[in-house]
């Protein structure tokens, strides 16, 4: 390389494309032709399916609940215990039917359907985008430079990728400029790659992605999202390509985003359950779905047009959290297409579509409390006008994953507020006029038995995840055999109840924390491993440790029996600190993997996808670049000019007057030199010079 680079390989010439912004209320347009009859008739029948069970599923946990309190009548407490368990035993059971008609619906794939191969070129031109905010861009890298050889490929000029950044530490900035330049440099015309860095994070990835639609949407057919972590197959996304393309009426086709490349304890955990049950809930989705589906922000291709002229996000009225900028933009976007008369589907046949999970359980809880306000933030929408109704039970299933877990704790404190009444209440036997008292008894036998159900409907999606593999010898063996399956199956099933209770208590706290005001804000996801000390675990859980131990002193105070029925919840809570500890060790993972524990196929060296394999080659073609963001480029022309090109090709401006830009100038005209500047700067004003080409070129040459 030496030194320079063309404008036009910083961006491409611009094409802008109108993108209105939609209100949240707003008419409903007629579907757009597009799918099969027997498609849309086989979607209304999974539908009745689904509902009907799980109307029937919860009347009778609900009359079975009534009849174990009601046996020597029923008290208020009583009462509120049989609401929230019924709304509670709602959700699990739509979960399990969900699950049960996606392993009828994978069982049919299996048997009858066969994927047809095809080598045509899709007749649209689809642009990758990757937005980025504070990533490793080694691993953003590699991803996308094994994508970007196989689309120019199989898919000469049909392909680019942009490179989006919403990355605001300067370090972080210029280190993967640093990177990302290498892969701009090096790509083909016949897929070229290209990189934008915008100046302020307005409305976060939507705002991001709205951008890029609005400069240079004009140019292209389809956009294919992805996110930091993603990698997908180029057979896969020339397939979407081409499904787009087929159907005039559909405006996004989501794909179902296997998680790999997991190492830690807590993420081989994740791994493994989206592996096992994943494709059965996917299935499910999809049965019920049809072409009212949902978007989960990646790995999906979407129509341009469809997107700028009906998917640009609302601002809501009032602050954060439930006002602002939308948080959680995916399931809207789908909700807006599909109001203007789009169709959104998920295709789960697409195969070799990836993405990473967090490495341990702070990390879930951490990215959880962001999604906890964005699903509940979508209260604002769940009455608008305009919206199917497969679009609001949407919006409900992400509200209810974080009320559920309110519920839940809701149970456990009810139920033992039950106990306590009586074990402390003096009995009143004669409360009326009659010859008989009136004794407090509940139905031991139908509690057991309700126990069991309930058991059995929170197990079926797993029971039925690990069926579908072991009935396809071919999948079973991917998977380590029956034994290594078996095994897998039992150990995620300890580690989920015993990880269980601690969500559930984050969770609820996430909830009230929403419900009372706070902002979340946008912090970036670690993604890498890394452990986390046992001091911080320990100040991170002390709350739900001292709230276990409470529990189970109370409960085998009150009752032994009741203190066995709870040590499922109060064992997790205890143990807390100690099990979120050894959840990002990759020690313990990598034990369990060579004992073929949470064993995957992609890990199975004979059937690991060719991207994948790719992928894991390329990092050692992007290294990190580390180090002050003033010093890398002061010790780097060639890096100093093409971060110099980036900031010629800006539309978005400073102000007429940037006080930390003004700031940056003074500090720089009084600096001795590089590295005292760097020191001396706030991270605001490095900012603020890094963007300013001309203090960039008088002070860092």
């Not at 539309?651 to 940056?664: G, I, K, N, R, Y």
């Not at 005209?669 to 991270?683: K, M, N, Q, Y």
């Amino acid at each position: 390389m030496d030194g320079t680079i063309a404008p036009r390989r910083a961006m491409p010439p611009e094409c802008p494309r109108d993108m209105l912004r939609q209100p949240v209320h707003g008419p409903r347009a007629k579907p757009r032709p597009g799918g099969r009859l027997l498609s849309a008739l086989d979607t209304w029948l999974n539908r009745l399916l689904l509902s009907g069970a799980t109307l029937a599923l919860t009347g009778y946990g609900a009359f079975e609940m009534h009849g174990v309190l009601a046996a020597g009548g029923i008290t208020a407490l009583q009462w509120l215990f049989l609401i929230v368990f019924t709304v509670n035993f709602a959700w699990i059971g739509f979960a399990a039917n969900q699950a049960a008609l996606g392993f009828l619906r994978q069982f049919w794939i299996d048997l009858v359907r066969a994927r047809r191969v095809e080598n045509e070129v899709p007749s649209i031109r689809t642009a990758l985008l990757a937005p980025v905010y504070n990533e490793d861009p080694q691993n953003v890298a590699a991803a996308l430079a094994a994508m970007t050889r196989g689309l120019s490929e199989q898919a000469p000029d049909r392909f680019a990728i942009f490179i989006l950044s919403d990355t605001n530490r300067p370090d972080a900035w210029i280190g993967e400029e640093a990177t990302f330049r290498a892969l701009v440099e090096e790509s083909l015309e016949s897929c070229p790659v290209y990189y934008r860095h915008r100046r302020q994070n307005t409305e976060r990835k939507a705002g991001n992605i709205a951008d890029w639609v609005m400069r240079w949407g004009g140019d292209w057919d389809a956009m294919l999202v992805l996110d930091a972590d993603s990698l997908i197959a180029p057979a896969t996304m020339i397939e979407m390509a081409r499904r787009l393309a087929r159907d005039p009426g559909l405006g996004l086709l989501q794909t179902l985003p296997a998680i790999v490349g997991a190492r830690s304890l807590y993420a081989r955990l994740q791994q493994f359950a989206n592996r096992c049950y994943g494709p059965i809930f996917g299935n499910g989705l999809a049965a019920w779905h049809g072409r009212s589906g949902n978007f989960w922000g990646h790995n999906a291709i979407i129509r341009v047009d469809a997107f700028a002229a009906a998917a640009r996000l609302p601002e809501l009225s009032g602050p954060p959290p439930f006002g602002g900028h939308v948080l959680s933009h995916d399931f809207i976007e789908a909700a807006l297409l599909q109001r203007a008369g789009w169709g959104v589907r998920i295709d789960t046949d697409l195969t070799e579509s990836f993405e990473q999970a967090p490495p341990s359980l702070i990390d879930v809880l951490i990215r959880d409390r962001r999604w906890c306000q964005g699903n509940l933030q979508h209260i604002r929408f769940l009455f608008a006008r305009g919206l199917t109704w497969p679009t609001r039970l949407h919006l409900l299933t992400g509200i209810m994953a974080y009320l559920s877990s309110l519920l839940w704790l809701s149970l456990v404190v009810i139920g033992m507020l039950i106990a306590v009444q009586a074990a402390v209440t003096r009995p009143e036997y004669f409360k009326t006029p009659s010859l008989f008292p009136t004794w407090p008894v509940f139905d031991s036998e139908r509690a057991v038995t309700l126990f069991l159900l309930s058991m059995g409907v929170v197990l079926a999606p797993k029971l039925l995840g690990w069926l579908a593999i072991m009935i396809r010898p071919a999948r079973l063996i991917r998977f380590g055999g029956p034994l290594a399956l078996t095994l897998s199956l039992a150990f995620e099933l300890v580690f989920s109840v015993l990880y269980a209770p601690i969500m559930m208590i984050a969770q609820s706290g996430f909830v009230r924390a929403v419900l009372s005001g706070a902002d979340s804000g946008w912090a970036p996801q670690r993604r890498g491993d890394g452990r986390i000390g046992f001091g911080a675990a320990l100040r991170s859980h002390r709350w739900d440790m001292a709230f276990g131990l409470i529990l189970a002193i109370l409960s085998y105070e009150l009752k032994p029996a009741l203190f066995l029925w709870l040590l499922p919840v109060t064992s997790g809570l205890m143990l807390s600190a100690f099990l979120s500890w050894m959840s990002d060790s990759v020690a313990l993972g990598g034990i369990l993997k060579r004992l073929a524990i949470f064993r995957t196929p992609e890990e199975r060296r004979r059937s690991r996808p060719a991207i994948l394999a790719a992928y894991e080659q390329n990092l050692a073609r992007f290294p990190r670049h580390t180090g002050a963001a003033l010093s890398l480029l002061a010790g780097d022309p060639s890096l100093r000019s093409w971060h110099l090109v980036q900031l010629s090709t800006r539309q978005d401006v400073p102000a007429e007057f940037d006080v930390h830009s003004t700031l940056a100038r003074a500090k720089a005209e009084r600096s001795s030199d590089v590295s005292a500047l760097g020191d001396w700067l706030t991270p605001a004003e490095t900012m603020a010079l890094l963007n300013n080409p001309i203090l960039v070129a008088d002070h860092l040459s």
